[in-house]
Every structure is written in C-alpha cells, then in structure tokens.
C-alpha cells in the first residue's frame, strides 16, 4: 500500500492564485481530513469527511474548500491564497471516525505565498 | 473545550538515558489520547494511544506512556534515549463531545546528544 499521499510537495504561489493541493489514500479508509502545521501551534483542522459526498469545516476553514466525490481523493482548494496560508498541509486518513481510531498522514506539502 | 499542553518547547538528552516528554490535558468527558512522531521533512508517525484498561500503554520504537486521571496527564516515556529518536513530538485528544475531532499540542522537540 502507498499509504496516504500528496503533490505537490512543495509549492509558491503569488497572493490571489488558487491552486488545488491533493491527496489520496489506498487503505479503504471512511474519514479523511486536512491539517495545516504552523511553528508552536501543532496542527489544526481545516476541513475534514466522514466519507464520500460528506464534508465539513474543522477550526480554521476560511479561504479552503473541500470536497469528496470518491473514497480516495479529497482534494483542498484555496480560493484565492493570502501570505497567512503559508504553511505546511497535512492530509490524513482514518478507518473511521470513532475516537478510537488512529489516523495516518501524508508527508505534506510545503506551501509559500508571497 | 478540549485542549491539550505540551509545557516543554525541547527536551534535551544524553544518549542512554531515560527520556521523558509532558503532556496534560483538558476534556469534558472520557478522554482518547494519541501520541505521535514527526521526523524532519516527514509526515507525523502514531506512536501509541490510550483508549481504556491498562495505564501503561506500550507503542513502536520502545515507547511507551502512561496514563494519569487525577494529574490529566498522559507523559511519553522512553527508558534509554537513541540519537534516532531525535523528532518533533505531538500529544493529541479526541472526545465524543467535541465531534471526535483530534485537537494536537504544539509539540515538543526531542534532541537526544551522542
């Protein structure tokens, strides 16, 4: 298994480009979620599906939006980037959404807009 | 609302000796506690997790953790320290009253010296 991937890994955008960032997961997993990682904050919830056709926001979804037509996928769309997204993404899978699941992680992408 | 600390920003230790990383807690109900490991340029790596039973919980790589209600504490140990396990280091919760939304702390810094 891949496992959980994601492209691009690395990305530069200028302030309002959009851009889609993507990612995959072979394991058959029901929840799937997006992270992003700033320095001191850990990581925090932009949107997160609970499976296909079922999205919702988490604690930072201004500027993102998601999507999920099939299991695998679940692309995040920023809309018009802004210098505040500058952050690293995290995209991460999970069995299922009960509290007693683990969830595995891509290795980001490492985005800069300027 | 649930919430997590981590009171150390790096942990510095001699290769050999026992390694300890801090983390407390805030949760309205039953509390689902998961640690996990970030190498440099890496996704984040689960460790190990707390559900119920045992308040010593064993994960990967020799780690281990043990759970403390009355402290609300669920501290990372490792009894003899290796280079390797140089890392960032993430404690997370997860509650049923939160929507089983997994809440991370800002991490810890590992740097184990030779």
């Known amino acids: 298994n891949a496992g959980v991937t994601q492209t691009p890994k690395f990305q530069v955008l200028k302030t309002g480009q959009s851009m889609t960032l993507q990612c995959a997961q072979d394991m058959n997993h029901e929840y799937m979620s997006w992270y992003r990682q700033d320095p001191g904050m850990g990581l925090r919830l932009i949107h997160y599906?609970?499976?296909?056709?079922?999205?919702d926001q988490g604690e930072v979804p201004n500027g993102y939006n998601v999507s999920r037509s099939t299991t695998e996928d679940f692309p995040l769309r920023l809309l018009s980037a802004a210098p505040s997204q500058t952050s690293v993404y995290f995209c991460?899978?999970?069995?299922?959404?009960?509290?007693?699941?683990?969830?595995?992680f891509g290795p980001g992408t490492r985005l800069t807009v300027t | 609302a649930q919430s997590v600390a981590q009171p150390e920003d790096q942990v510095n230790v001699a290769e050999g000796n026992p390694l300890t990383v801090k983390c407390t807690y805030s949760?309205?109900?039953?509390?689902?506690l998961f640690w996990y490991v970030q190498y440099p340029n890496r996704g984040l790596q689960f460790l190990l997790k707390?559900?119920?039973?045992?308040?010593l919980v064993k994960g990967s790589y020799g780690f281990e953790a043990e759970f403390n209600k009355s402290q609300t504490s669920f501290h990372l140990k490792k009894p003899s320290a290796l280079v390797s396990d140089s890392a960032l280091y993430f404690c997370a919760v997860r509650e049923q009253a939160a929507g089983n939304k997994l809440t991370f702390g800002g991490g810890t810094r590992v740097l184990v010296k030779p």
């Open positions: 991460a899978s999970s069995y299922s959404n009960r509290v007693g699941y683990e969830q595995y």
């Open positions: 949760v309205s109900g039953n509390p689902y």
């Open positions: 707390y559900i119920t039973g045992d308040n």
């Open positions: 599906s609970v499976g296909a056709g079922i999205t």
